[in-house]
């Protein structure tokens, strides 16, 4: 099934640019919904001093494509993980299938150093309709 150029960019929207609250996940795993608990196996990173990153209005759209326009910073942790998934959430703690919006791999996984200020960089994380 192919999208309009007006259903992408309308779903896009939708996901990342017009709500009132967005937080960015890093996963060590790619996220499972459960449908018989009504859960998600979220594989979110569980180290000392991570948190979700707010990120709401800090997406930009052109055409088809999102990207994050400025470098996104991530407190830093206390042990080794290596972030193999990023996703987006509507809560900044909530685990409910209702506030995960979405998800998608990174195209090289990041490695975080413990007690390393980690930057996204400005156009790393796109997601495409």
Do not use: C, K
């Not at 180290?47 to 400025?70: E, Q």
């Not at 830093?76 to 290596?82: K, N, S, T, Y």
């Not at 990041?110 to 390393?116: A, F, V």
Request: glycine fraction near 6%; aromatic fraction near 6%; avoid cysteine.
């Amino acid at each position: 099934m192919g999208l309009t150029e007006q259903t992408a960019g309308e779903t896009l929207d939708a996901l990342l640019i017009a709500p009132p609250s967005l937080y960015l996940s890093l996963h060590t795993a790619q996220p499972v919904e459960n449908q018989l608990t009504h859960s998600v196996v979220t594989h979110e990173m569980t180290a000392g001093g991570y948190t979700r990153v707010d990120v709401t209005g800090g997406f930009d759209r052109s055409g088809r494509l999102v990207t994050n326009p400025a470098d996104i910073e991530v407190a830093e942790i206390d042990a080794l993980q290596v972030a193999t998934h990023w996703g987006v959430w509507s809560h900044p703690t909530s685990t409910s299938p209702i506030h995960f919006r979405f998800f998608t791999a990174f195209n090289i996984p990041r490695t975080i150093q413990p007690s390393t200020p980690v930057t996204i960089p400005a156009g790393a994380l796109r997601v495409r309709a």
